[in-house]
Nanobody, 119 residues
Framework: QVQLQESGPGLVKPSQTLSLTCTVSGASITTNNYYWSWIRQPPGKGLEWIGDITYNGNVDYSPSLKSHTSISRDTSKNQFTLQLSSVTPEDTAVYYC???????????WGQGTQVTVSS
């Protein structure tokens, strides 16, 4: 069974870099045709797609977040990582990693991790 687990600090100060790692088990992040996504949900709002890294390492970002987002991977650890720089309190959200099949459908999700941006 595919499992994803987010890890990282729960509290980040404004202007710092938020860094989260997703550890995948039960599937390889290099398997053809799967995308590995970061998605967030701010309090009281809907889900917001942040970006993907594909099975062959290509990345794609939300246009609204592209300027301060970076997604990378470590294939030896079967992990992928999100970095969001220059965060503000508006970046406070529950952050999820997920496996995506096709343009929009995520079939496996992590449990989510709360990240609060506050001084």
């Amino acid at each position: 069974q595919v499992q994803l687990q987010e890890s990282g600090p729960g509290l980040v100060k404004p202007s710092q870099t938020l860094s989260l790692t997703c550890t995948v088990s039960g599937a390889s992040i290099t398997t053809n045709n799967y995308y590995w996504s970061w998605i967030r949900q701010p309090p009281g709002k809907g889900l917001e797609w942040i970006g993907d890294i594909t099975y062959n390492g290509n990345v794609d970002y939300s246009p609204s977040l592209k300027s301060h987002t970076s997604i990378s991977r470590d294939t030896s650890k079967n992990q992928f990582t999100l970095q969001l720089s220059s965060v503000t309190p508006e970046d406070t959200a529950v952050y999820y990693c997920a496996r995506k099949v096709g343009p929009t459908h995520c079939d496996y999700w992590g449990q989510g991790t709360q990240v609060t941006v506050s001084s």
